[in-house]
């Protein structure tokens, strides 16, 4: 009823401004509900057990039965995946409706799914997962290998209770984030890429764009060149990313790194390919614009007071910056880094021109001086979305897994920006009264 | 327009002088600000400089500590004296300048740092990184301004949670703390108080003991309360300068008289 009032009472204020503000955010926030609901819905079927069923059907005259997971179906037929005894990606089989006899869903199927991401169904009414593993290896083709050490991994599919289903996909999405390729689809080599790369960005972009905000907002004043720099930087924020691809391949790849490469005698390009530092350097650019852009605000909301009273005090203007402008104006710096991480962690496109790779050998980052290797090749999440999507051997199970690669870089980004606002936050409550 | 016609002969005889403005002219980019002003600012004695909003008063302070240099397209002519040394002569560089002449603004502007971050901020940049040193020269500074026993036991606490006449002392206690020999004040009490101010006004008399002051007021009665000496600004020039007690029970010029008793419209800069 109060609602009803309420509402009846902003309908007569005919504030139509209102009206339309809240259908924005009303539309922005369905958006961004459907996102996520579409990443989340689309990721669980990478990580949901799914149930196996029995299949009878004839095919030339013989009858045949198979254990096999049904992928997708339509009125004309099914696409079923059955145990992959050797090889990922083996298992796909396509039956017409009209040859099908039956289709059961037999409570004593086991199934395992090895660390390489194949599948393996069989039946067993064993109650220990021992049992199990000892009954599929009277079941199993010749030339059947597996490590027995993942035997852990076997359930009783189609008996699992709820809890047992979110069990097994949080185990199975878990192990999708902390292992690497050579097991099945795991992201984990381009979950490290992408956080090393963003953080090399950042600690390459902002120095360079909080200096030139400097240079523009406190020395330059009005002058010409002052004035063709931010057009510059205005006109660069619109260059589409993978322009700044081919830009960090022509570059900083072959002029720069190749530069270096003859100058150190290299036999093999060490410098002189795509890598961690030029991907870095590139990104760098790329977000440039936003962070000298930001900077320059945030300078410009320090009151003059501050500066005044410190060049009165004898403060040259490089010690007024350094002391006064610049620890004030540290919320906006964070704004800066926080929207050049925003931009940058969901670029693809011009990292494949420069580093990104769909497999590399080695993380970026590892045990052995100098610990962060800048001239490797490495694996990037936004690349991972592409090659899973796109390009695997195993597709219409991998679009699953892109999806759940895209939800993890979405927590990515919303970590490392997270992160971030934080400090900016804990900052701005120092400086808050400020602003009064 | 001379020295002489502008105040009385003899006026200053036997004092020091503090500062002085010998023909000095200020000209923004687009506007004259000041005009072949000569001012003597006597040493240990508080010269109040009054007139109409916009005349120049705040641009002949900034003169004194160089600090119109900030400003783009701004040029001074003529020449400004501290203690016999020509400030823009290129005898003094403007951070030292600015240590022995210091100044207090209109509005409070103490920096978003501790209270003895804000009272030290002056001395670290002199270079001084002792401790104890440090601890002394804050506590002093604080002292004169009457506000240590106030904040004695929240130094470290942020200057920003102070009040707003406290925090006028405090950035008064950050200019004395380096010692200047002179202080500029740019209508310092204009955002305080009354109670508040009545405490500057007390604080200003005692700092005559030691220090040079100039002081931009439109409070006639505070020019009255606190200053030796008046100056009058008008439209860019110095009109006339003598004894406080001159300037306000007999006055020489029409003008002066106009403005000090309030019949003078404020007057648009040419």
Known sequence: MGLVLRLRRVTRRRDHGLWLAAGAVGLSLLALLVIVCVLLRQAALAFLPAPVAELRWHSNGIEQVLLAAVVEQDARELIVRASEWQRRGTGYQRIRRGDLVSLTWPADVMTWRLRDGRELHWRSAATSVHEAYAALLTQAPAGFSADPAGQVDIVAVNQLSTAGVVRIALQRAWLFVCSGPQAGAGVFPALVGTVVLVLLMSVLVMPLGVLLALWLHEYAGGRRSARILRAAMANLAGVPAVIYGLFGLVLFV??????????????????????????????????????????????????????????????????????VVLPVARPALLTALILAIARAAGEVAPLMLVGAVKYAPALPVDAEFPYLHLSRQFMHLGQSVYDLALTGSDAPRDTAQAYAAALLLLVVVVGLNAAAISVRNRLRERTRELST | MSAVEVMPAQLLAGLELALQARGLSLDYADRRALDSVHLQVPSRRVTALIGPSGCGKSSLLRCFNRLNDEIAGCRVGGEILLFGDDVYAGAIAPPELRRRVGMVFQKPNPFPQSIVDNVAFGLRLAGIRSRLELDDRVEAALRATGLWHEVRDRLAASALQLSAGQQQRLVIARALAVEPEVLLMDEPASMLDPISTLRFEELVVALRERYSVLLVTHNMQQAARVADYTAFLHAGRLLEFDTTDHIFTNPRLRETEDYITGRMRETPLR
């Open chain 1, 254 to 323: 072959d002029g720069i790194g190749g530069g270096l490469d003859a100058l150190l005698a290299h036999k093999t390009p060490q410098w002189g390919g795509g890598g961690l530092l030029w991907s870095a350097l590139t990104l760098a650019l790329l977000t440039l614009p936003v962070v000298v852009v930001a900077t320059e605000e945030g300078l410009g909301r320090v009151p003059d007071g501050l500066r005044q009273a410190a060049l009165a005090l004898g403060a040259t203007r490089a010690e007024t910056l350094w002391h």
